[in-house]
Every structure is written in C-alpha cells, then in structure tokens.
C-alpha cells in the first residue's frame, strides 16, 4: 500500500494545542476516508476522528469538541487539530486510510507539566 507519514506529535502542557499530519508518499489516497487512531502503552488502539472526501466527519466522544479533522483538496494530505489538550490524550497517533487495515509509523503526543 502507500506508504503514510505521520508528523507534527511532541510535548505540550495540558491545556495546549498541536496539529498533527498524515501525508501519502504515493500519488494519491485510493480511499473513501482516512482516520486517525491512538495507542497508549498498556491501552488498546482506539478510533479518534475519521474524515471522508466528501466531508463527512466522525469524532470519538472523548475528543469531540476539541479536536477538528481536516484534508486538503488534492486528497494526499489529513491533519488533526488538537485543542485543550488533557494528559488522557498522550498516546502514539496513526492515521489510516479507511478500512483502516494499515498505518503509518505514527507521531508521539505527550501532554504533561
């Protein structure tokens, strides 16, 4: 498949802010969606948000609110806006192209004092 690169993750106090993105290293996304999921250690990967390329978005409850999904009209590029960041959300972030059957090599969040 084509290969994705996650970016934009590292160090931030709670109550900050990070934009994380995912680009394709292909021509383009062959998808209808592109999601992004986290993994914290000891925790299994949970589903974040998810964005189709007609714009129909998809928000975890943990995360609504705060974080907006976002893609760039040329479709090889999806971002994640992450505002009000809390300590819960320290994880690695992959995105994924919808059936999320492969990932990148994910980009680390840490949300800490």
């Known amino acids: 498949q084509v290969p994705l690169v996650e970016s934009g993750g590292g160090v931030v106090q709670p109550g900050g802010s990070l934009k994380l993105s995912c680009a394709a290293s292909?021509?383009?996304?062959?998808?209808?969606?592109m999601g992004w999921f986290r993994q914290a250690p000891g925790k299994e990967r949970e589903f974040v948000a998810s964005i189709s390329w007609t714009g129909v978005t998809f928000y975890a409850d943990s995360v609504k609110g705060r974080f907006t999904i976002s893609r760039d009209s040329a479709k090889t590029t999806v971002y994640l806006r992450m505002n009000s960041l809390k300590p819960e959300d320290t994880a690695v972030y992959y995105c994924?192209?919808?059936?999320?059957?492969?990932w990148g090599q994910g980009t680390q969040v840490t949300v800490s004092s």
């Open positions: 994924a192209p919808h059936p999320y059957n492969y």
């Open positions: 292909g021509p383009t996304f062959n998808s209808d969606a």
